[in-house]
């Protein structure tokens, strides 16, 4: 299983931007990047994904660098409700199984 | 609405008393699988499976089996639980198909093994 490597926990302002950063430099071709969050006491619930090019949705926005090496969640404007940590994944094309590393614990101060 | 239901969300129990997690999912879904959660160690596989009467190990299966019986149900069955057992459990589901699909996961179930 290919691994990412994301640091251990980050502190945005509310209302503020949050770059969410994701290393994974061993990454296939077939790889998709996969982002999940697990809210307190919650399960995980998926918030992006992508392959190649930027992707954008309701709940964020997924940067992805030329090489595939890294990639970046961007959260446009924290809220406290997302205070949670957040995982990147790799996902084979047609796999389905999620290996979860640590995660970031995503901390905002109102 | 579409959901991963678990039952019982909290349960406490004792070394060796055989105990059922129920997982439902109401999407259609073929896949389903089970993660247990423990600090410092992440959310791990169980069990997964492909299809009804398909099920195969994920990566910590000891102590614990599945059926899939109807394919939105998908029981974890502790025969003769021990206290290392004690974590938190989630079941989720997805279609089977390309990558870009994702996963749903249900709400949790705690366990406490005495």
């Known amino acids: 299983d290919a691994k990412t490597t994301q640091p251990n926990s980050m502190e945005s302002n509310e209302e503020e931007p949050v770059h969410l950063p994701c290393n994974h430099s061993?990454?296939?071709?077939?790889?998709?990047i996969h982002w999940y969050r697990q809210l307190p006491s919650q399960g995980p619930e998926y918030v992006i994904h992508?392959?190649?090019s930027n992707v954008n949705n309701r709940m964020a926005s997924l940067a992805i660098a030329e090489d595939r090496k890294s990639s970046t969640l961007i959260l446009h404007r924290a809220t406290l409700r997302d205070a949670a940590v957040y995982y990147c994944?790799?996902?084979?094309?047609?796999?389905?199984?999620?290996?979860f590393g640590a995660g970031t614990i995503l901390r905002v101060k109102s | 609405e579409a959901q991963v239901t678990q039952n019982p969300r909290y349960l406490i129990t004792v070394t060796g008393k055989k105990l059922t997690v129920t997982c439902s999912q109401n999407?259609?879904?073929?896949?389903m699988s089970w993660y247990r959660q423990d600090p410092g160690l992440g959310l791990r596989q169980i069990y997964y499976?492909?299809?009804?009467?398909?099920?195969d190990k994920g990566d910590v299966p000891e102590g614990y089996k599945v059926s899939r019986k109807e394919k939105r149900n998908f029981p974890l069955i502790l025969e003769s639980p021990s206290p290392n057992q004690t974590s938190l459990y989630f079941c989720?589901?997805?279609?089977?198909?390309?990558?870009?699909?994702?996963?749903?996961f249900g709400p949790g179930t705690r366990l406490t093994v005495l």
């Open positions: 992508g392959l190649t």
């Open positions: 999407m259609n879904h073929e896949y």
């Open positions: 989720a589901s997805n279609i089977l198909g390309p990558s870009t699909d994702t996963q749903y």
């Open positions: 061993t990454i296939s071709g077939t790889d998709y």
């Open positions: 499976s492909m299809n009804v009467e398909v099920t």
């Open positions: 994944i790799l996902k084979e094309e047609y796999g389905n199984k999620l290996v």
